[in-house]
């Protein structure tokens, strides 16, 4: 099974702009979930979908925005990039037929420099 | 506020020993948790997990341990080998309909020196 898959792998922004990250999950994984990594917050989570529908959501502002497709595929989108924006975003997925438990698959990211 | 807590950045130790790594956490609605490894320019890779009505957790040279009084879980290697040298992340999940949400650590470097 293929793991997985990021797109872009490596991103460099001005601030202001907005930039759209591409997920695709496991095969047959409905659960996407999404994560911010800096080397002062550590790993925050950003939201969850599962079934084209958000689940959950994490503290970040509305300038972070998600959606999901049919085929479980998932976009991230940020918009006016700020330079704190500047991070490492991690995508996960799993099989969340089982709802309180969850181990998730990581990408390896997409690292976003905002200039 | 942080829920889950790595207080050691790092962690040195020698090859065929034993190395523990150590998280706390304070929300009593966590059931699940779960150990992560990464390296760098990598997404984390699981590692192990314990669900909460459990204290142990066995999968080869790898362990957790869950302190629910205590609200604290450690992870063992033994025996410890230079590819282990990694960020470990703790990760906990809680209530129903959470599972898709991990709250995640600081992290601990752990170094394993030949």
Redesign the interface.
């Given at each position: 099974k293929a793991g997985?898959t990021q797109t872009p792998r490596y991103l460099i922004k001005t601030r202001g702009q907005q930039v759209t990250l591409s997920c695709s999950p496991i095969s047959g994984h409905r659960?996407v979930?999404w994560?911010q990594q800096t080397p002062g917050q550590?790993?925050?989570?950003l939201f969850?979908y599962?079934s084209e529908t958000q689940?959950?959501k994490?503290n970040f502002p509305g300038r972070f925005s998600g959606r999901q497709f049919s085929n479980s595929r998932s976009e991230m989108n940020v918009s006016t990039l700020e330079l704190g924006d500047s991070a490492l975003y991690?995508c996960?997925s799993?099989d969340?037929g089982?709802?309180?438990?969850?181990?998730?698959?990581?990408?390896?990211?997409t690292r976003l420099t905002v200039l | 506020d942080q829920q889950v807590k790595q207080n050691s950045p790092s962690l040195s130790v020698q090859e065929g020993r034993i190395s523990i790594l150590n998280c706390d956490y304070t929300n009593s609605m966590f059931d699940y948790f779960l150990w992560y490894k990464k390296y760098p320019a990598e997404g984390p890779t699981f590692l192990i997990s314990i669900s909460s009505i459990k204290d142990k957790n066995e999968d080869g040279r790898f362990t957790v341990f869950l302190n629910k009084s205590a609200k604290h879980l450690s992870l063992h290697i033994v025996p410890s080998q230079p590819g282990d040298s990694a960020v470990y992340f703790c990760a906990a999940s809680g209530g129903y309909n959470q599972g898709g949400k991990l709250i995640f650590g600081q992290g601990t470097e752990l170094s394993v020196k030949p």
């Open positions: 997985v659960s979930s994560y550590g790993l925050q989570f969850e599962f689940r959950n994490g991690l996960a799993s969340s089982r709802v309180l438990y969850n181990e998730q698959f990581f990408g390896p990211g | -």
